[in-house]
């Protein structure tokens, strides 16, 4: 019988949206729309074994900080998405 040596299907979809937080986090540095990175976002989050309580507040911080790109307030943005993405550290 082959051992599994490779990470769970959990910490992989960790993986994938940290991944996809760091690439907002870069591209709320330039001025423009990054609405498929902000749905690629989403999806990852519905697919983690979250609470009710943290899965809403990962999804505000995530609607904030969407909201706050949109607006130009870049600083806010970032603030958003680095609170979203330590609060989903494993």
């Known amino acids: ?3 599994h040596t490779g ?16 690439a907002l986090l870069e591209e709320a ?3 423009g729309e990054t609405v498929a990175g902000f749905e690629r976002a ?11 309580t943290e ?11 969407r909201h706050y790109l949109q ?6 943005a970032h603030y958003e998405l680095r609170l979203l993405r330590r609060s989903l550290q494993q």
Do not use: C, W
């Open 1 to 3: 019988m082959k051992q």
């Open 7 to 22: 990470i769970s299907i959990t910490e992989s979809v960790y993986v994938h949206l940290h991944q996809a937080l760091d």
């Open 29 to 31: 540095s330039r001025p």
């Open 42 to 52: 989403r999806l990852l989050l519905e697919a983690l074994p979250l609470g009710s």
């Open 55 to 65: 899965f809403g507040l990962a999804v505000n911080r995530l609607a904030n900080a």
């Open 71 to 76: 607006s130009g307030e870049y600083g806010a």
